[in-house]
Structure formats: structure tokens, C-alpha cells
Nanobody, 130 residues
Framework: QLRLVESGGGLVPPGGSLRLSCAAS????????IGWIRQVPGKEREGVSC????????RYADSVNGRFTMSEGDGDNTWYLQMDNLKPADAGTYYC???????????????????????WGTGTQVTISS
């Protein structure tokens, strides 16, 4: 059974940085979309970033574009989310998630990713406060 474990959350002041990690075990998918979804109490889950394996592209929510960078480890089934210039609106629980499909063309990837992810980690908390 594929398992995802997040780490790296914490408390930082506005403008600070965090690096989240997602370690996947039993990862045998050949086609997939992997990324990060965040949940803020009282709000809908939001796709923050994803890697679409069919074309290797990375996608970002408009709210984080230019501040967050997703990367992958060197073949060790680990993915990272570097978060810089953090804002209070970035606070929430960040989940690593995987879909066994690539993002369909002409699709709003964020909503699709939240809806179609098959595997989820348990989440890591990000708090932004001075």
C-alpha cells in the first residue's frame, strides 16, 4: 500500500521560509500527479503545487506562484516544497497527495487534484505568526 509521510512544518514569522518533505513508500506508480494540498479550517482544500509526471511540468496556485518551489529528490521517492516569503494566508495543514493519473488537458488542475487524489499523507502543520 502506497504511504505518504510529510514533515517540515512548523512556526515561522511572516516572511520566513519552510521546506516541507513528502516521503513515499511502496511507490510503484508509473503515471501520477503528486503534490501538496492545504487545508485551512472553514475553507475548502486548495491545491498548492503539483508535479504532473506525464510531461514533467510543475504547477502552482496563483497565490503561491513565485514564492513556493516544488522539487523531487534523487530517485528516492521524496518530494519537497520550498516555501519562501511566507504570509499569514499560507498557514494551514499541508497534505502530500498522489493521484494515479496525470492532469487532464484543459483542466483546472487545483480542483482536479483535490478531487482525484487517491493517496494522502496525514498532514503537517504550518503556522505563520510573529
Amino acid at each position: 500500500q502506497l504511504r505518504l509521510v510529510e514533515s517540515g512544518g512548523g512556526l515561522v514569522p511572516p516572511g520566513g521560509s519552510l521546506r516541507l518533505s513528502c516521503a513515499a513508500s511502496e511507490f510503484t506508480l508509473k503515471t501520477y500527479t503528486i503534490g501538496w494540498i492545504r487545508q485551512v479550517p472553514g475553507k475548502e482544500r486548495e491545491g498548492v503545487s503539483c508535479l504532473n509526471s506525464p510531461d514533467g511540468t510543475k504547477r502552482y496556485a496563483d497565490s503561491v506562484n513565485g514564492r513556493f518551489t516544488m522539487s523531487e529528490g534523487d530517485g528516492d521517492n521524496t518530494w519537497y516544497l520550498q516555501m519562501d516569503n511566507l504570509k499569514p494566508a499560507d498557514a494551514g495543514t499541508y497534505y502530500c497527495a498522489v493521484s494515479g493519473r496525470g492532469v487532464p488537458r484543459k483542466t483546472a488542475w487545483g480542483h482536479w487534484f483535490v478531487r482525484e487524489s487517491d493517496y494522502w499523507g496525514t498532514g503537517t502543520q504550518v503556522t505563520i505568526s510573529s
